[in-house]
């Protein structure tokens, strides 16, 4: 025993943060394929491809949730979305604090890793104020379900709904406990509201929540929070309107709806879909011009340290802000009278590179693989990637192969394609440098 904890200890942060997740997607595999979790027979890759998208808190399925799962097995889903979500080191180093034990510096720099930060200082009190901050969010997100819920389905059913959707929602699962997700609340105001503020808050980053926490006013606040909370609001605005457009005439989405029924499903579609996956209309119906607008938005995700994947909108953002640099010919990019590091820029370009690497890769091998429309095979190779849960409704009839490949999408976008880069190759640092050259670019 202690040999194994000397070999876990010695782990890299990155190959640490990956065991963790390997670690509950076994846990939740072996568990998923008991009699007691399913309803059906289902073969041992089904049961990784559900313990994957958990785990990653992605909702692709290739089971249906409703009636595939007993109460067991949807249990079990959600503890691996919650593990999944909020990160296994977190729960680990929360229930030692209850325990009174003391937090090795070890495991201080690992916490840090799992929420990008590069100093370990201060992670324990961020860990307290993220575990207040999760379960007061969630509690008072399952009160308000509740009402809704228990007088339709009942004491039992109505609080396991409104415990599972709550969970799901804020660690930007996109499960469901029904077959057709929310489509049949489509212009209700208090799902629409509730569902969409859990995944908006849970996608902000637990280190954007803790500078609000710690600056009630604007100035004070880090860059990267004001780059959060502006691109949220920009992005999520503008992706309405783009969606309320294009699907306004749209007889199998929108033309139904009333006009204030059109803008609520815009609404919940337009933020839903950078990692949250849940859907009030169905996804295969919308026009291609939507599905390809929504693919750029499943690539960009939610923000850093925060319950959804992607290259992050922050990452996204700083490599437009050098593009318009560059043009401009100015020499760094500024916003809000602050600098942005030449490190970060680099790093964001290598994130957004690798990405997109990853998921051309992954689609050339698709198309091979599936017999399914190229849209769609695109389509849910980014959002597996992206760890969305959106499919145009091809996941089920994906064949084993196809299965396998959108395992190993998802457990790459949920970790990260640097950190999965760091994991295959050993960082080699150097302090040798060489005469520079001119390379002509462009």
Wanted: aromatic share 10%.
């Amino acid at each position: 025993m202690s040999e194994l904890k000397s070999k876990l200890s010695s782990l890299s942060p990155p190959r640490l943060l990956a065991l963790s997740f390997l670690g509950v997607i076994c846990v939740g595999t072996l568990l998923l394929k008991l009699p007691i979790s399913t309803s059906m027979c289902i073969s041992w890759v089904d049961a990784l491809f559900t313990a994957v998208s958990a785990t990653t808190v992605t909702g692709l399925s290739v089971v249906d949730t409703e009636s595939g799962f007993t109460m067991f097995g949807k249990t079990v889903i959600m503890l691996m979305i919650q593990f999944g979500g909020i990160g296994l080191m977190t729960f680990a180093v929360f229930t030692l604090l209850i325990m009174g034990r003391k937090i090795s510096l070890r495991q201080r720099v690992n916490i840090a890793e799992s929420f990008n930060q590069h100093s370990p200082g201060g992670i324990v009190k961020l860990v307290k104020l993220l575990m207040t901050f999760v379960f007061l969010v969630e509690g008072i997100a399952f009160f308000i379900l509740s009402m809704r819920w228990v007088p339709v389905f009942g004491w039992k059913d109505g609080l396991f709904n409104s415990l599972f959707h709550t969970i799901s929602a804020f660690n930007n699962a996109g499960f469901s406990t029904w077959s057709n997700n929310l489509e049949d609340y489509v212009t209700d105001p208090i799902i629409n509201i509730t569902i969409t503020i859990l995944f908006i808050v849970g996608g902000l980053g637990f280190t954007v929540i803790a500078d609000l926490r710690a600056n009630k006013n604007w100035h004070p606040l880090m860059l990267h929070t004001k780059m959060m909370l502006i691109g949220t609001l920009i992005i999520n605005v503008v992706s309405m309107l783009v969606i309320f457009f294009i699907e306004y005439n749209n007889p199998d989405t929108l033309k139904p709806l009333t006009d204030l029924g059109k803008l609520s499903a815009s609404y919940f579609q337009a933020v839903t879909t950078r990692t949250a996956g849940f859907n009030t209309i169905t996804i295969g119906n919308m026009e291609d011009t939507s599905l390809i607008y929504m693919m750029l938005l499943m690539f960009i995700g939610a923000g850093s340290a925060s319950t959804g994947s992607g290259i992050k909108l922050t990452t996204a953002m700083v490599v437009v802000l050098a593009t318009i640099t560059f043009l401009k010919s100015q020499r760094e990019p500024v916003l809000f009278k602050r600098r942005i590091e030449q490190a970060v820029i680099v790093r964001s370009i290598s994130i957004v590179i690798m990405s997109s690497l990853v998921v051309f890769s992954f689609i050339l091998i698709l198309s091979i693989t599936e017999n399914a429309p190229f849209l769609a095979i695109m389509f849910e190779a980014v959002s597996a990637f992206g760890t969305v849960g959106l499919s145009m409704g091809i996941t089920a009839d994906l064949s084993v192969v196809g299965k396998i490949l959108i395992v190993a999408l998802m457990f790459i976008g949920r970790i990260g394609p640097l950190t999965f880069a760091f994991l295959l190759a050993k960082p080699h640092e150097t302090h040798i440098r060489y005469p520079s050259d001119r390379v002509f670019t462009g």
